[in-house]
């Protein structure tokens, strides 16, 4: 198994508070990426990283904000959480193929359970 | 976004029935991966097509790309309760080369229960 963690596994916060989820690879993987996932939504990119310092929005990235200050770590923040926001967060990896490319694989890390009351 | 449809979107069988489900596009892919997710864990890579027409076979499951590299199948034969999950499917998207490469749109999924 690819090695990412993800901290917490689950948490319960009051609407309006900072939350921040924390993913960490030990394979030196140059991409990460955040997904939530919701019943009937499926897994949506909410942020990405292709590299140190270098991040870029996905899809539903309104209300979070991401950094990567080195490669192994990826930080998901929740500026003020809100209720929509309750959620399973996704943490990803994946590797620069080159030429194989569309081979490209995403490793997934075991997901954190976010509750926003 | 280009969006990606699967079907059904929930299906219950009993163990020993064959099933197929199914990925649709009006764009055309430039891969498709499948991947499986289990209850309380994250989505893992079953296969990647890339050329349209291919058949990859993974035990008893078959995969399809379309001809026209549009749509996918996932076919398994005598399903078994362990092939209960989360089958998803998912394009590559290849964008510029400033960062936008390796990102992937999932579908909604196909929740698929096997009963013994």
């Known amino acids: ?14 609407t309006g508070t900072p939350v921040t989820l924390r993913c960490h690879q030990t394979e030196n993987h140059r991409y990460m990426y955040w997904y939530r996932q919701d019943p009937g939504h499926g897994l949506r990119l909410i942020h990405y990283s292709y590299g140190v310092k270098d991040t870029d929005k996905g899809e539903v990235s309104d209300g979070y904000s991401v950094s990567r200050s080195k490669t192994e770590d990826f930080l998901l923040t929740l500026e003020s959480a809100t209720s929509s926001q309750t959620s399973v967060y996704f943490c990803a990896i994946s590797e620069s193929l080159g030429r194989a490319a569309s081979y490209n694989e995403q490793f997934f890390g075991p997901g954190t359970r976010l509750t926003v009351l | 976004t280009q969006l990606l449809e699967q079907s059904p979107q929930f299906l219950s069988i009993q163990e020993g029935e064959n099933l197929t489900v199914y990925c649709n596009s009006s764009s055309v892919f430039s891969s498709l991966q499948w991947y499986r997710q289990e209850p309380g864990e994250g989505p893992v890579l079953l296969v990647t097509v890339v050329t349209g027409g291919e058949v990859k076979k993974l035990k008893r499951l078959t995969f399809q790309f379309g001809d026209a590299r549009k749509d996918s199948s996932l076919h398994i034969t005598a399903a078994q309760p362990g092939d209960t999950g ?3 499917c998912a394009r590559l998207n290849l964008g510029d080369s400033g960062g936008s490469n390796y990102k992937l749109t999932f579908g909604k999924g196909t929740l698929l229960t096997v009963n013994p």
């Open chain 2, 86 to 88: 989360l089958y998803l």
């Open chain 1, 1 to 14: 198994d690819a090695g990412i963690t993800q901290s917490p596994r689950h948490k319960v916060t009051e």
